[in-house]
């Protein structure tokens, strides 16, 4: 059995995240990453999946560590952040 941790990276503020306008509404974000979830469930049920979505909590990259497998997603406005990868990778 396989632990795996899927990753999507925080979005960085602009006009088109609508960050703040998201605590008005009482959200954390306003297009959640649907290919995450669907990764997950199309992995066999014998490994653990654990989806992280930065955009709606911090990343724990002890976690990330721990893990055999970690996957990151993201667009290429993402592309500052998913240096985080870099980070998490170098750390073990």
């Given at each position: ?18 960050e ?69 990778v170098?750390?073990?």
């Amino acid at each position: 059995m396989a632990d795996i941790v899927l990753v999507n990276p925080r979005f960085e503020v602009s006009y088109w995240g609508l960050e703040h306008a998201l605590k008005l509404l009482g959200k954390k974000c306003n297009l959640p990453t649907a290919c995450l979830p669907l990764l997950a469930a199309l992995t066999p049920g014998d490994h653990c999946v654990t989806i992280v979505d930065e955009n709606v909590e911090e990343i724990d990259y002890d976690r990330l560590a721990r893990a055999d497998i970690v996957g990151l997603t993201g667009m290429s406005v993402q592309r500052r952040r998913m240096g985080c990868s870099r980070w998490s990778v170098a750390r073990g």
